[in-house]
């Protein structure tokens, strides 16, 4: 027979082994089917030299597959925050060839001044179809290196994909005016470093909050990313321009 203390060893070892499987597997499908849809919203205060307050409302990495729970949340919650304005930092797509649920999303996106986006990677990544179809979406205005002006005071600056795209930030910026205020969009964080015109607003996406955190500063992004989430501020210009990183919607995981 086996030792006495070998014994004690394999019983303690079998004791624990359940419960860390079981713990294991409930951590799994919590990350999977339970906090994956929730959403949550983040508010954040800007200065910015507006004439009239802009209530800005900012999706990113929607990765839609399906019309489920998680779509119909970001709409109720879309209502009940009443935007001025809606936008979105790419990732809409997922590798699949069907957009029609991403479509019904979008079709119902409203706000007084629009929706404005910009291409993530995944667009870049997915069939040219899926793409094609989202460029044509009546419901949002797809913005390549280059600006908009939806408010006298406010300008929108769009920029290409940092990793797949082919960014051009002087090209952005090429039409934008002297006064208001001006807000870029663009999906890699790290772009925030390659934008050496003086802007107000940075918006991000691509980063899904560090992917996989304990806590706010505990896990992989930090190892990952330069900017995984929150906001964070450069010199643009003379004053500190924040960015915010979105941690995203929806998942490009199954």
């Not at 919650?77 to 797509?93: H, K, S």
């Not at 929706?115 to 989202?134: F, I, Q, R, T």
């Not at 390549?144 to 005071?153: F, I, L, Q, V």
């Not at 930030?169 to 964080?189: N, S, Y």
Request: glycine share 10%.
């Amino acid at each position: 027979s086996a030792p006495r203390s070998e014994r004690y060893s394999v019983r303690v070892k079998e004791r624990f082994a359940w419960p860390l499987a079981v713990i294991a597997s409930l951590c799994i499908l919590y990350g999977f089917f339970i906090e994956v849809d929730w959403i949550e919203v983040t508010h954040q205060t800007i200065k910015a030299p507006v004439t009239s307050p802009l209530r800005i409302l900012h999706l990113t990495d929607l990765h839609v597959r399906a019309f489920g729970r998680r779509e119909r949340a970001v709409l109720d919650t879309i209502a009940a925050e009443m935007p001025d304005i809606i936008l979105i930092t790419g990732d809409f797509l997922t590798g699949s060839r069907k957009t029609e649920a991403l479509l019904e999303l979008l079709a119902q996106l409203k706000a007084p001044l629009g929706v404005w986006a910009v291409w993530g990677n995944w667009e870049y990544w997915s069939p040219k179809e899926a793409k094609d179809a989202l460029g044509r979406a009546p419901s949002i205005k797809l913005l390549e290196n280059e600006s908009a002006h939806p408010r006298d005071d406010v300008w929108i600056i769009g920029l290409d994909d940092l990793m797949y795209g082919r960014p051009d930030a002087e090209k952005a910026f090429r039409d934008v005016g002297t006064g208001g205020a001006k807000i870029v969009l663009f999906h890699e964080p790290l772009e925030f470093e390659a934008i050496h015109r003086p802007f107000d607003l940075g918006l991000a996406g691509h980063t899904h909050g560090g992917q996989l955190m304990l806590t706010d500063s505990v896990g992989a992004g930090p190892p990952l990313y330069k900017y995984w989430s929150g906001r964070y501020q450069k010199r643009s210009g003379a004053p500190l321009a924040p960015c915010v990183g979105g941690n995203g919607t929806g998942n490009w995981f199954p």
